[in-house]
């Protein structure tokens, strides 16, 4: 199950169980309400019967003067239970029948164990049904999903042709005319889509688990032309001294690269910059762009700032690193740029 599976039937189980518990809690306090005044109505029955029979088992007794603020046939609780009746016999007096607290105490223990044995047996049943709910409504998701993953997969494969086509025929025009800037700028924008099918390609499945020793001052080097070229009026920076070796899949650790290095790019302001630099084992790319309102939230599929864009890249990139074991963090200010940074400690050569 995707992460999104599972967080879509997470939701739906935990909401319809607290619906349930919810109407469960409800029946069962309203059942204790009345089981206990099923009770309290018994237990003055028994202290009528008491006074009229002296049928007293479990009750005390004793004759109080009759007097015009005591009701009678009525249950008190002040202390033990209590109530006063009449002596057929007897008009001066009236008897005081009473039934003690601790035993009422136990008797509402134990009508209280009931109820909790029952709402913890309905909470197991209504968990069930639940879960049972919770997957019966994944289920159109699921196939929807599924049917957009190979309508994408089916897209992406007929886009082979085209792209191919247009690279070879690009290489046979470069050769019968020469270098030319514009054909340069035309291979960037095949390599652009190329990139964005190898990210929906991600999205969709996973990257390779082969992993190689490649450094990564020369891997960032290899990768900034292809950007100069598509953002020519913004100026990247290395600015690393040493070789920094690392043990990763390369495919990977080069999307990354790359979806980094064209966010430093396409966001960034007219004539901006772009420092790429390590500190330690961190790698920072730093760019003088807009900036992220929400740092917290880019990593989220589909989450975007910017009209441009489907706002999957840095997910791509945070599943990328997560696999490759890579921890990334962003900082960033509105209006004064980000720095986007990579702990390559784990993976260290």
């Known amino acids: 199950m995707k992460s999104y599976e599972l967080e879509s039937f997470l939701k ?3 909401i319809f169980l607290v619906l349930l518990e919810v109407l469960l809690a409800l029946d069962l306090w309203y059942e204790y309400q009345s089981r206990q005044l099923q009770m309290d109505e018994k237990i003055k029955m028994e202290m009528k019967l008491c006074a009229y029979s002296a ?22 609780k002040a202390g033990d239970l209590f109530g006063y009746f009449s002596v057929p016999t007897v008009k001066k007096y009236l008897i005081k029948v009473s039934y003690p607290r601790s035993a009422y105490r136990k008797d509402i223990e ?14 197991l049943f ?3 049904v639940s879960l049972l709910f919770s997957m019966y409504a994944l289920m159109p998701l699921r196939r929807a999903l599924r049917l957009n993953e190979e309508f994408v997969k089916d897209i992406l494969h007929d886009f082979n042709t085209p792209l191919s086509s247009m690279r070879i025929n690009l290489k046979l025009f470069k050769k019968e005319i020469g270098k030319n ?4 700028r035309m291979e960037n924008n095949i390599q652009t889509l190329l990139s964005l099918q190898h990210n929906l390609k991600t999205f ?3 990257t390779q688990t082969q992993v190689e020793r490649l450094d990564v001052v020369e891997t960032v080097r290899e990768r900034i032309p292809y950007f100069e070229v598509l953002y020519p009026d913004i100026a990247y920076h290395i600015q690393i001294d040493r070789p920094f070796l690392i043990n990763v899949n390369k495919d990977a650790f080069v999307r990354v690269l790359d979806n980094l290095l064209s966010n430093a790019g396409k966001y960034n302001k007219a004539s901006g910059q772009v420092r790429i630099f390590m500190e330690g084992a961190d790698l920072c790319i730093q760019d003088t762009g807009k900036g992220i309102k929400s740092p917290s939230k880019v990593f989220k599929r589909y989450y975007k700032e910017q ?4 706002g999957i890249g840095l997910h791509i990139v945070k599943k990328l690193c997560d696999e490759m074991q890579i921890a990334i963090k962003i900082e960033s200010k509105e209006g004064e740029g980000t720095c986007v940074v990579l702990d390559l400690s784990t993976i260290q050569a």
């Open 12 to 14: 739906s189980f935990l």
């Open 55 to 76: 049928q007293c088992d479990g009750l005390h007794t004793d004759f109080v003067d009759r007097m015009k603020h005591i009701e009678e046939n009525t249950l008190y």
């Open 110 to 123: 134990r009508l209280q164990d009931e109820m909790i044995r029952k709402f913890m047996f309905y909470s």
């Open 126 to 128: 209504a968990a069930l």
């Open 181 to 184: 800037q514009k054909i340069e």
């Open 204 to 206: 969709l499945s996973g």
């Open 307 to 310: 009209d441009r864009g489907i």
